[in-house]
Structures are given as structure tokens and as C-alpha cells.
């Protein structure tokens, strides 16, 4: 079962810019789909981002034009560019990867967007 770690979260101000990582170890990174989720205070996990195995992306309507998903397969990584964030942007973000076998979670890495 693939494992997950997530890194890049931090505090910035709206209209700025961040980049979160995950990077995969065991599993065959290049087989797997990769989503980011999202959770803010009080609500419920959301689907932020897909990419599929074969590169394919799908975007929530709240994140399209703002945020980037791509994968490097070689590295075994899958990233998020987040820009113009907005404050409604806050949460912790999670790292997903689905195949025909378990799933697999990551630890989650906090997003604050705040003045």
C-alpha cells in the first residue's frame, strides 16, 4: 500500500501563491489516481483536485483557474499550485491515492490565507 506525505503548507496572505507536494513511497506511484482533498474547520473533506494515471485533471468549480494538479511519475510525486488564494481557501490539505487495491491518505498539511 502506497504511503503519503504531504509538505508546502503554510500562512499567506490572499491573492498569493503556494505550492503543496506529496510524494509516494511503496506502490507503484505511476498506476495510481492522485487526488488532493481539502478540510476547513467545521465542514466536510472535499474533492479539490484530481490526475489521473494517464494525466487526465479534474477541478472543483470553486478551485478552476486557480489551481494546477500534475504528477511526476519518475519522482513519485504529485503536486497542487495553488494561486489567488482566498481565505475561503483555509484548510488542511490531504493527498489521496486510489487504484483497484486500498487507498491511501496522507497526513494532511495546514493552508492559512489570511491578512
Known amino acids: 500500500q502506497v504511503q503519503l506525505v504531504e509538505s508546502g503548507g503554510g500562512l499567506v496572505q490572499p491573492g498569493d501563491s503556494l505550492r503543496l507536494s506529496c510524494v509516494a513511497s511503496?506502490?507503484?506511484?505511476?498506476?495510481?489516481?492522485m487526488d488532493w482533498y481539502r478540510q476547513a474547520p467545521g465542514k466536510q473533506r472535499e474533492l479539490v483536485a484530481t490526475?489521473?494515471?494517464?494525466?487526465?485533471?479534474n477541478y472543483a468549480d470553486s478551485v478552476k483557474g486557480r489551481f494546477t494538479i500534475s504528477r511526476d511519475n519518475s519522482q513519485k510525486k504529485v503536486y497542487l499550485q495553488m494561486n489567488s488564494l482566498k481565505p475561503e481557501d483555509t484548510a488542511v490539505y490531504y493527498c489521496h491515492a486510489r487504484s483497484l487495491g486500498p487507498e491511501s491518505w496522507g497526513q494532511g498539511t495546514q493552508v492559512t490565507v489570511s491578512s
Open positions: 490526475i489521473t494515471n494517464s494525466g487526465s485533471t
Open positions: 511503496r506502490g507503484i506511484f505511476r498506476i495510481y489516481t
